[in-house]
């Protein structure tokens, strides 16, 4: 920004905001209802907030301008500003969008509102530069808290036709849930049909986020799966949140030894599109291994469960590896539940078995590919890892474990031989003491965690074992309150007992307010 508040830090622009209304010394805006508070001694967090007011004509003196670079090309059908809904917002702004320092697009617009949309589609661009030149008001301050690279449309009961929410987690990664979103929409706006080239539809499709909010709450961030004109009027979408995203695009992996479990999160949520936050107490742990080429959510499937770590991508748009608490969060009370439910006792697990893995470079050399190949570049994949390629026919122009990019100049016969490493492995299982009379052994076994090392295997198969022994399954419904997947609650239960268990999965009608819930504890 070329004009800001010395206490202001620009990339709180990219945050979701709340920021109370502040007394700040404007013209006619501190009023005396109650809701104002003085200005903090803690001043993080305040968006921007500029130093020149606008003048008696509205107009500010200097226009503070504010420049936003992109590492990666953005499409949108608009920019929509967050300015302060207290009382002041800008009435007039210049919005440029360019590619480099080539300009695409300019228009001016005159918001009349706090939450401001500047309609306009604009494809590939990776910078924009905002002048913001009028105040709705005199003496006021430009005051932005947030910028949204898209339209905002909210649609509330009166266009939702129908709203199911499903939230999964599972606490010892078995697997990486995929939470989804269902609604049927009614629209009369032709931007939203799927014949319309420059409606909402085609920019969906490039993975525009959608935010579900109830009753106040976010209830999570997700993105176009599927979608269906099924007349006019009448849409329905179907939608998956990030670790669905995951799911549908490629991890080249590779072979680590002693890698900080925190940058490899890192490394497979970023290359995907995501951010991650990630426990320090997980970060903190090293991991070593082998990763075939596979999914990011494959990949992140794996480290989760090499450190123990539960995968929650619930009510934001942050992939979150958390260490699960065995403290009840929520109590879901007799206030709350509705009558009915069930209560079932799950199939006994009388041990885990655990194959580590401990991944060694040998001299045995084998072809890995021998064809005839075109001139241009060709990537060759690998089943198993291997090191030290010899490429002839051909340029190696990269490489991992897992891949070779060749360069071919002229076409012809191209081979790739490779090295390979030994996969060394051991299995580590425990085991009930004793198996109640007439029970059969049931043994849980898993074989292709390549990321847990001998060293960790006793403690996967450990935690495994435990989780297998709460038997006890509550399948109930109740008024939508603020649980999560993944912590655990205590539930009013048969017998007028209290029980404490892991919520698996959360099933929400959103226009209703109902969920029901699958909760499993001892």
Same mark, same amino acid.
């Given at each position: 920004?070329?004009?800001?508040?010395?206490?202001?830090?620009?990339?709180?622009?990219?945050?979701?905001?709340?920021?109370?209304?502040?007394?700040?010394?404007?013209?006619?805006?501190?009023?005396?209802?109650?809701?104002?508070?003085?200005?903090?001694?803690?001043?993080?967090?305040?968006?921007?907030?500029?130093?020149?007011?606008?003048?008696?004509?509205?107009?500010?003196?200097?226009?503070?301008?504010?420049?936003?670079?992109?590492?990666?090309?953005?499409?949108?059908?608009?920019?929509?500003?967050?300015?302060?809904?207290?009382?002041?917002?800008?009435?007039?702004?210049?919005?440029?969008?360019?590619?480099?320092?080539?300009? #695409?697009?300019? @228009? $001016?617009?005159?918001?009349? !509102?706090?939450?401001? /949309?500047?309609?306009?589609?604009? =494809?590939? %661009?990776?910078?924009?530069?905002?002048?913001?030149?009028?105040?709705?008001?005199?003496?006021?301050?430009?005051?932005?808290?947030?910028?949204?690279?898209?339209?905002?449309?909210?649609?509330?009961?009166?266009?939702?036709?129908?709203?199911? #929410?499903?939230? @999964? $987690?599972?606490?010892?990664? !078995?697997?990486?849930? /995929?939470?989804?979103?269902?609604? =049927?929409? %009614?629209?009369?706006?032709?931007?939203?049909?799927?014949?319309?080239?420059?409606?909402?539809?085609?920019?969906?499709?490039?993975?525009?986020?959608?935010?579900?909010?109830?009753?106040?709450?976010?209830?999570?961030?997700?993105?176009?799966?599927?979608?269906?004109?099924?007349?006019?009027?009448?849409?329905?979408?179907?939608?998956?949140?990030?670790?669905?995203?995951?799911?549908?695009?490629?991890?080249?992996?590779?072979?680590?030894?002693?890698?900080?479990?925190?940058?490899?999160?890192?490394?497979?949520?970023?290359?995907?599109?995501?951010?991650?936050?990630?426990?320090?107490?997980?970060?903190?742990?090293?991991?070593?291994?082998?990763?075939?080429?596979?999914?990011?959510?494959?990949?992140?499937?794996?480290?989760?469960?090499?450190?123990?770590?539960?995968?929650?991508?619930?009510?934001?748009?942050?992939?979150?590896?958390?260490?699960?608490?065995?403290?009840?969060?929520?109590?879901?009370?007799?206030?709350?539940?509705?009558?009915?439910?069930?209560?079932?006792?799950?199939?006994?697990?009388?041990?885990?078995?655990?194959?580590?893995?401990?991944?060694?470079?040998?001299?045995?050399?084998?072809?890995?590919?021998?064809?005839?190949?075109?001139?241009?570049?060709?990537?060759?994949?690998?089943?198993?890892?291997?090191?030290?390629?010899?490429?002839?026919?051909?340029?190696?122009?990269?490489?991992?474990?897992?891949?070779?990019?060749?360069?071919?100049?002229?076409?012809?016969?191209?081979?790739?031989?490779?090295?390979?490493?030994?996969?060394?492995?051991?299995?580590?299982?425990?085991?009930?003491?004793?198996?109640?009379?007439?029970?059969?052994?049931?043994?849980?076994?898993?074989?292709?965690?390549?990321?847990?090392?001998?060293?960790?295997?006793?403690?996967?198969?450990?935690?495994?074992?435990?989780?297998?022994?709460?038997?006890?399954?509550?399948?109930?419904?109740?008024?939508?309150?603020?649980?999560?997947?993944?912590?655990?609650?205590?539930?009013?239960?048969?017998?007028?007992?209290?029980?404490?268990?892991?919520?698996?999965?959360?099933?929400?009608?959103?226009?209703?307010?109902?969920?029901?819930?699958?909760?499993?504890?001892?």
């Amino acid at each position: 920004a070329t004009d800001q508040q010395e206490f202001v830090d620009v990339s709180d622009l990219k945050k979701e905001l709340s920021v109370p209304p502040t007394a700040t010394l404007e013209t006619n805006y501190w009023r005396l209802d109650g809701a104002f508070r003085s200005f903090p001694d803690n001043r993080k967090g305040m968006g921007l907030i500029s130093t020149v007011k606008s003048g008696e004509d509205l107009v500010y003196s200097s226009f503070p301008t504010l420049t936003v670079t992109f590492s990666e090309n953005h499409s949108s059908t608009g920019i929509t500003f967050a300015f302060d809904a207290a009382g002041g917002w800008c009435s007039y702004l210049q919005l440029s969008w360019y590619q480099g320092e080539i300009l #695409l697009a300019s @228009e $001016a617009y005159s918001p009349d !509102a706090p939450l401001y /949309v500047c309609q306009k589609a604009v =494809e590939n %661009y990776n910078k924009l530069v905002v002048s913001f030149q009028k105040a709705s008001a005199p003496g006021r301050y430009l005051k932005l808290y947030r910028i949204y690279y898209g339209v905002v449309r909210s649609f509330g009961d009166d266009e939702i036709l129908s709203a199911s #929410l499903l939230e @999964e $987690a599972d606490p010892v990664s !078995a697997e990486v849930s /995929v939470n989804t979103l269902d609604f =049927e929409l %009614y629209s009369e706006d032709e931007e939203f049909s799927i014949l319309n080239p420059s409606g909402i539809y085609a920019l969906l499709q490039q993975r525009q986020p959608l935010e579900v909010n109830a009753n106040g709450q976010i209830m999570g961030t997700f993105y176009l799966d599927n979608w269906e004109n099924t007349s006019e009027q009448l849409i329905r979408m179907s939608c998956v949140d990030a670790a669905g995203v995951l799911d549908s695009t490629t991890y080249r992996g590779g072979i680590y030894g002693n890698q900080s479990a925190g940058e490899l999160f890192a490394d497979i949520c970023g290359s995907g599109g995501f951010t991650v936050e990630v426990s320090a107490s997980l970060a903190a742990q090293n991991l070593s291994g082998w990763l075939p080429i596979s999914s990011h959510r494959e990949a992140l499937h794996q480290a989760a469960f090499a450190v123990g770590g539960m995968v929650d991508c619930s009510r934001s748009g942050t992939i979150r590896i958390l260490e699960p608490s065995s403290t009840a969060a929520v109590a879901i009370g007799p206030d709350r539940k509705f009558l009915g439910g069930t209560v079932k006792l799950r199939q006994i697990v009388t041990g885990v078995e655990v194959t580590s893995h401990a991944y060694q470079e040998s001299e045995e050399s084998e072809e890995l590919f021998s064809g005839a190949l075109e001139a241009g570049t060709h990537e060759i994949t690998f089943q198993a890892p291997h090191h030290t390629l010899t490429v002839s026919g051909a340029v190696l122009s990269s490489s991992g474990p897992n891949y070779a990019v060749l360069m071919v100049s002229t076409a012809g016969a191209v081979s790739v031989t490779g090295k390979k490493y030994v996969d060394n492995t051991q299995v580590t299982g425990v085991y009930a003491a004793s198996i109640p009379a007439g029970a059969a052994a049931n043994v849980i076994r898993v074989e292709n965690a390549t990321l847990v090392s001998p060293a960790a295997a006793s403690d996967a198969a450990q935690r495994l074992y435990d989780y297998y022994q709460l038997r006890i399954e509550q399948n109930l419904s109740f008024a939508l309150g603020e649980e999560r997947p993944g912590e655990c609650v205590s539930v009013m239960t048969l017998y007028d007992t209290v029980k404490t268990g892991r919520v698996e999965q959360l099933s929400t009608d959103l226009m209703a307010g109902t969920t029901k819930a699958v909760i499993v504890g001892a």
